[in-house]
């Protein structure tokens, strides 16, 4: 095994270590952190640069930290749990910064990450694999192989329990396993879901076919072994590509799990989309809201809506909120939730948003965007130039994809005035980012 030295510059978008190899080359590496000499195996090599892992840190940066995970390093959840959190906030904030300048051609001021809260037991949805040897727990990074989970660090208490209690269930019933190469099998993954306010917890069978036999007699046992549990559901998906899509019923409980911020209430069901953090979901509702400047006279557009997270807040302040989803399960959540929180004034829509921006004909005064990791695109910026809103606001977990969509907004007359980033994954490289755009005036 060759190894080469490097000494790290930078941290940059993907969690990576940037450095030079000794023939000057530039090499990405994971596990080092900046003014670390590292020895390096390259792992992929393409014409102009390199991806590399750290094999040894011959100078450790003075912000490195002992990380609290028995399965650090092997897991693929977490990257940065051994770097000092605070550190963390700074490479998030540098990395944003030079993703906006590099891709988006954007110089603007980033604020400073506002952390969270909760560094560990913050993640209210989580999900585990399989292996054809019933070993429950998470994908290694960059890998199909299953890293068994003895207790995961970010999960609250009721998933470990949950994962240990299942594991010897699934032996006891002989649940069969999806095998993903054979495309053979029943269950594929398990999906945890929890509710810091009403600690409510969903536990989620994910299975290839419309059958799961034994799954009641299954959910009953679980229950009785882990009472916290609250709800739960069979998913029956056919596809391979996405975990966490399909036809669903219930096996045990009401079917949802409620979550309560400020004065808000959300039902969530169990295919459905929801933010991840609590505590950072609830500044980010407030930051949006304020970010809109509503007056009460607007009609505001909320695209990529979900199950309305940020429409029921915004409905209070505005005229008219027109929510706009693709998927049908959220909509008809995001209905509920409006009237669950007596708002009249949302009119949820089930369309594709490109789709949609092509098709509507009145006058839209603010828009509200918080599309998918690949963002939004340049087709839906293009459309939403020609609405020419006073105001957008666009909410990102994805910094490339951002600042390619930003570039489109301000070319065609939108000037920044600010990005927020907020810290919605502690221990790992993502970033959320809430950016307010205002229209420019003609002159």
């Excluded at 099998?185 to 036999?213: C, D, P, W, Y």
């Excluded at 295919?271 to 607007?298: C, P, S």
Aim: proline share 4%; glycine share 6%; charged share 30%.
């Amino acid at each position: 095994m060759t190894l080469q030295e490097v000494t790290i510059e930078k941290m940059v978008n993907g969690g990576y270590g940037l450095g030079k190899l000794p023939s000057g080359k530039t090499v990405f590496v994971e596990g080092a952190y900046p003014g670390e000499r590292v020895l390096v195996k390259l792992t992929r090599t393409k014409k102009d640069f390199s991806f590399a892992k750290t094999i040894t840190v011959l100078e450790p940066s003075p912000k490195r930290v002992i990380p609290p995970c028995l399965h650090f390093g092997v897991c693929g959840g977490c990257q940065w749990m051994d770097i000092d959190y605070e550190e963390q906030l700074v490479y998030k904030k540098n990395i944003l910064e030079d993703t906006l300048k590099r891709v988006g051609k954007i110089e603007e001021e980033v604020l400073p990450v506002v952390p969270s809260e909760r560094i560990s037991g913050y993640r209210e949805k989580m999900e585990f694999s399989l292996s054809k040897d019933r070993c429950l727990g998470l994908k290694m990074r960059y890998s199909h192989k299953i890293v068994k989970i003895k207790r995961c660090e970010i999960s609250p208490d009721i998933f470990n329990d949950i994962l240990r209690n299942l594991r010897k269930l699934l032996d006891v019933f002989e649940i069969q396993i999806y095998d993903f190469e054979r495309k053979e099998g029943v269950l594929k993954h398990v999906v945890l879901r929890h509710a810091v306010s009403t600690n409510q917890t969903m536990v989620i069978f994910v299975t290839k076919t419309e059958s799961f036999q034994k799954g009641k007699e299954l959910a009953k046992k679980l229950k009785s072994a882990v009472p916290g549990i609250t709800s739960i559901i069979h998913v029956m998906n056919s596809k391979d590509s996405v975990v966490l899509r399909g036809p669903y019923r219930t096996l045990w409980g009401e079917g949802i799990i409620l979550e309560r911020f400020d004065w808000e209430e959300f039902q969530i069901p169990p295919t459905a989309f929801f933010q991840n953090n609590y505590w950072i979901t609830r500044k980010m509702l407030d930051h949006v809201y304020k970010e809109l400047k509503l007056e009460g006279n607007e009609t505001v557009l909320d695209l990529y809506s979900g199950i309305g997270t940020f429409s029921i807040r915004i409905a209070k302040g505005a005229r008219e909120v027109i929510a706009v989803e693709s998927n049908r399960i959220s909509v008809k959540a995001g209905k509920s939730n409006a009237n669950i929180n007596r708002v009249r004034n949302v009119n949820f829509v089930e369309n594709d948003v490109e789709d949609f921006l092509g098709s509507i004909d009145r006058r839209v005064d603010k828009v509200i965007l918080d599309p998918p990791r690949e963002g939004a695109g340049i087709k839906v910026m293009k459309r939403l130039l020609n609405l020419k809103p006073a105001r957008i606001v666009y909410v990102s977990c994805e910094p490339s994809t951002l600042a390619r969509d930003l570039k489109v907004l301000v070319e065609g007359g939108y000037s920044i005035e600010k990005v927020q980033p907020f810290d919605m994954f502690p221990h790992t490289f993502h970033i959320e980012t809430v950016v307010t755009l205002s229209r420019r005036e003609r002159t």
